[in-house]
């Protein structure tokens, strides 16, 4: 490894920026190859493109010369009964000199549904660049991320230089559908992550227009509450009026979880939020954000809150409540004059640390089995909670951080901001819990990305310049460990000058 400040460290991140930047057409079109598969993990027809995009995967990989593992991940049960298998993941291995750092990249080349008809200005599937922007399905969420990193080695590989860091990769092809059996995955091999340092996620956005390093998201705990009044519909004019109706009891008792300032009602359930350190509260000041656009953006006229900080605190700080919707009554065009017989409501509340979704779990059915018992209504009540993911949070101050930073000033120019995440990322605590190693949230796609959405996409720019970040994160955090490897243990550091790493 050559010494760093030194003239020759110099000459190498210019050759990589400047490769980078000559080969950026050839990372685009490469980008381009992998969005043409409708890798849409949610549609039992399109497996075998799920599939296929892993083994695509998979060979790039590979290609750099690393050791790949395809690993069968059972199957799936659907609805209807029918088991279909599961995408394989990826468990790969680049590199395992003992004097470097590891890290473990985890990243997904599943997609969300996309149709041109959902309201798409062009084919999902086809990379179409528009004013810097390349669009299409999968563009930021998450194929553009994993090829950026895979760019980022890549381009050591031609400019024939040593790769500063070992690096492992895990690729899975069913993270928009829960993940299934991932968990299992990482439980199941404790080896594999045995020697590894970091682990590093770039599968979320900046808050805004400028750099951002993710040190936290939210858990979730969904709850579905059904209602049943009968054995089947009824008739309002024959029903109306002398019954008990399911609806009007979940109604109620959806109406009676928040208040009109978005306050939780349900009580306990700030309890164990985390407190706000003075530390954290200082995070915030420099934050950039812009309540306005962000505002325009959504497309509603008020927040519940006035000023950025605090729009900021209940976003990422304080558990929230959202309710999803009803399954069961009527909701289609015309009118229906029918008591359904039985209905759902979905809720969900985002949690916060130290919030645990066992817990919340316990006081939802509590306090819903309460307010329902002061309806005094005869129909029968069933609270469940089908999902449970705890929130994570991550030590700003761990040495990847740093790396990262110092990564993000050498090509951006701007120190990054330091955010959380409203929504929820369940691997990122997986990682934490069962490999007790330090996790880091680093992405590429700006706020106005449309992850999920519509005309997603990822700018040319951040799609290289990001490629650029990822190369320059191996050398800041291969110093970085080393002057720890030094302070720790002396011997090793003077060895490693004498051979001229």
């Known amino acids: 490894m050559l010494p760093f400040g030194t003239d020759a460290s110099v000459k190498l991140v210019d050759d990589i920026f400047n490769y980078i930047d000559v080969h950026q057409n050839e990372f685009v079109q490469n980008l381009g190859n992998w969005l043409a598969v409708p890798s849409d993990s949610s549609d039992p027809h399109l497996r075998g493109e799920v599939i296929k995009m892993m083994d695509i995967a998979a060979e790039r990989i590979q290609a750099l ?87 980022a080695i890549d381009t050591y590989r031609a400019l024939k230089q040593d790769i500063p860091i070992n690096l492992k990769f895990i690729i899975e092809g069913m993270e928009e559908t829960g993940s299934p059996g991932l968990e299992e995955l990482v439980r199941g091999h404790s080896e594999f992550f045995s020697d590894v340092d970091y682990i590093v996620i770039s599968d979320n956005l900046w808050l805004s227009k400028k750099p951002a390093l993710t040190y936290g998201t939210r858990g979730n705990a969904y709850f579905f509450v059904e209602v049943e009044c009968a054995e089947k519909d009824m008739h309002s004019g024959t029903f109306g009026g002398i019954i008990h109706e399911a609806m009007n009891d979940l109604v109620s008792l959806l109406a009676s979880l928040v208040d009109s300032s978005g306050r939780i009602l349900i009580p306990g359930i700030y309890d164990d939020v985390a407190p706000l350190t003075e530390e954290e509260t200082k995070l915030y000041d420099n934050i950039e954000f812009d309540l306005e656009e962000h505002k325009n953006n959504s497309g509603v006229n ?49 949690q916060v640390p130290n919030m645990d979704f066992t817990v919340v779990e316990k006081q939802v059915v509590k306090y819903l089995e309460e307010e329902f018992a002061k309806r005094n209504s005869p129909n029968k009540l069933k609270v469940s909670m089908p999902i449970g993911a705890l929130p994570w949070v991550a030590n700003i101050n761990d040495l990847q951080y740093e790396a990262a930073r110092n990564a993000i000033i050498k090509v951006f120019g701007v120190t990054p901001d330091m955010i959380r995440d409203g929504s929820t990322i369940p691997i990122a605590s997986t990682f ?70």
């Open 65 to 151: 010369g690393a050791t790949v593992e395809l690993v069968d991940m059972g199957f799936e049960k659907l609805y209807d009964g029918q088991n279909i298998s599961i995408p394989p993941a990826i468990l790969a291995t680049l590199g395992n000199d003992t004097k470097k750092a590891t890290v473990c990249f985890y990243g997904h080349v599943d997609v969300q549904p996309a149709k041109k008809e959902d309201g798409w200005d062009t084919d999902p599937y086809t990379l179409t660049e528009i004013n810097g922007n390349l669009h299409g399905r999968g563009a930021t969420d998450n194929k553009g991320p994993v090829l950026a990193w895979i760019n």
């Open 302 to 350: 008020r927040f519940l809150q006035s000023t950025k900080e605090k729009v900021l605190l209940h976003l990422w700080r304080y558990p929230s409540l959202s309710i999803h919707g009803i399954e069961g009554g009527f909701y289609g065009s015309g009118s229906k004059t029918v008591i359904p017989s039985k209905v759902i409501g979905k809720f969900s509340i985002r």
């Open 432 to 501: 934490k819990t069962l490999t007790k190693k330090s996790v880091m949230m680093l992405p590429i796609g700006g706020a106005d990305a449309g992850e999920h959405s519509q005309n997603e996409k990822l700018s040319r720019s951040n799609y290289i310049q990001g490629t650029k970040m990822f190369a320059t994160f191996f050398l800041e955090l291969s110093k970085l460990h080393e002057n720890l490897l030094a302070k720790t243990n002396p011997k090793i550091s003077k060895i490693s000058q004498l051979l001229g790493s």
